[in-house]
């Protein structure tokens, strides 16, 4: 009854239009109002998931670690506030971007992570390293990027209504882009961490538009949904090392591991990063967020990696989970195929997290890795990663193109 009752209203604004004079463009828009305002949407996020454009934010450049390797960067308006905003990064061999790619794929990242390429080195870089062999690799900033670390309490209070279903729209977005840029219906879409939880949202949701997913030490969440908190949003930084300490930590370590460490009881700046990245308890206190310990990474690069995070991301976002019995359904029925790798360090139960989550698409192409002894970010830019990551990941590409 609602829809035949929205397709007569737009019915009507056709034929109000013969005698108005009332464009096409503006038809389509009154058509997307009263389609949106029928399924209980806002008409605004109706009119924003059809008509995000992307343009281009500055001129391509190359990798000085990558020869041949250039990036493009669009960004998208997505609502009136300036950080309602987000981006693509494109990285592909070559100072021309491919004009028929056949292996395009869509990277998103962790918490408060971001589609820059952090580390200038393939053996180091997963944009850099699939790009260099020929994928088509872009990645996205979410809204998160274009808040500033100087944001205030006023400002933050934007981040509250970031949930995971906006984000969700995002990618749509972005994928929508993507497709129409290079000319594939279905493309791969890969996460690391959260972004892996956004990979299977998305998958469930667009099963149609993605040919399969790669996915990086993340799983599909387990909780039940909780009351958002009054706190709008999470710092990167903590109590004892502040975003302002964290900062100055990693800008030596870059400069030179070996400089005197900010903590007297550490001999050297990168001893002092080893050990933060060692014993965060936020990731089990045993190796968990790196091993560089136990040689699975080195200070220098993580710094690196580390010092590109966003220092805000939607507390909402930790209270939530998306996946109803209808998404969890629907991801069954997609029969995408999967492979993904799983870290050991978090927990004794991740593992089996990774692996339980992998199967969910009901596909029986699935392949799950388990890296002993690794930490999370040893995953994507550890020093076996080329080897025993990327590599793997990039051959699974090449037997799943179409």
């Not at 869509?106 to 589609?115: H, Q, R």
Request: overall charge neutral; aromatic content about 10%.
């Amino acid at each position: 009854m609602m829809k035949s009752k929205v397709f007569e209203q737009v019915f009507s604004v056709r034929r109000a239009a013969c005698r108005a004079a009332i464009s096409s463009a503006q038809i389509f828009t009154i058509a997307i109002v009263l389609l949106a305002f029928s399924s209980g949407l806002p008409a605004t996020s109706a009119a924003q998931n059809r008509q995000a454009a992307f343009s281009p934010a500055g001129p391509s450049h190359e990798f000085k670690g990558a020869p041949h390797v250039f990036e493009w960067v669009f960004q998208a308006s997505r609502g009136s506030s300036p950080f309602d905003r987000i981006a693509l990064h494109r990285v592909t061999l070559g100072p021309n971007p491919p004009v028929h790619p056949t292996l395009v794929m869509l990277y998103l990242p962790g918490t408060n992570m971001n589609g820059e390429v952090a580390i200038d080195d393939p053996r180091y870089s997963l944009p850099l390293f699939t790009a260099s062999h020929g994928v088509d690799f872009w990645a996205l900033d979410y809204r998160t990027h274009f808040v500033p670390s100087a944001a205030s309490a006023a400002d933050l209070a934007m981040l509250k209504g970031w949930t995971n279903e906006v984000f969700e729209s995002d990618i749509d977005a972005a994928v929508r882009f993507i497709a129409a840029t290079t000319g594939r219906k279905r493309i791969f879409v890969t996460g690391f961490s959260r972004g892996v939880s956004f990979a299977y949202l998305y998958a469930a949701l667009h099963p149609s538009r993605v040919a399969g997913l790669v996915l990086f030490d993340g799983w599909i969440p387990d909780h039940k949904a909780s009351p958002p908190s009054a706190r709008y949003a999470d710092d990167i930084g903590g109590r004892h090392l502040t975003y302002e300490k964290r900062e100055v930590l990693l800008k030596i370590v870059i400069k030179d591991p070996n400089a005197q460490a900010p903590i007297p009881k550490y001999k050297t700046a990168g001893e002092n990063l080893e050990h933060v990245v060692y014993d965060s308890a936020d990731f089990g206190g045993h190796g968990g967020l790196a091993n560089p310990m136990g040689g699975f990474s080195t200070p220098d690069v993580l710094a690196r990696m580390l010092i590109r995070y966003d220092r805000y991301w939607p507390a909402i976002q930790d209270g939530e989970n998306s996946f109803t019995p209808a998404i969890l359904e629907s991801l069954e029925r997609s029969k995408i195929p999967v492979i993904a790798f799983s870290s050991t360090n978090i927990s004794k139960e991740w593992p089996a997290r990774v692996t339980k989550s992998a199967s969910s698409t009901g596909s029986s192409d699935v392949t799950v890795t388990q890296l002993a002894g690794w930490g999370h970010l040893d995953v994507i830019c550890g020093t076996h990663a080329e080897e025993q990551v990327f590599e793997p990941a990039l051959e699974w590409l090449r037997r799943h193109r179409k």
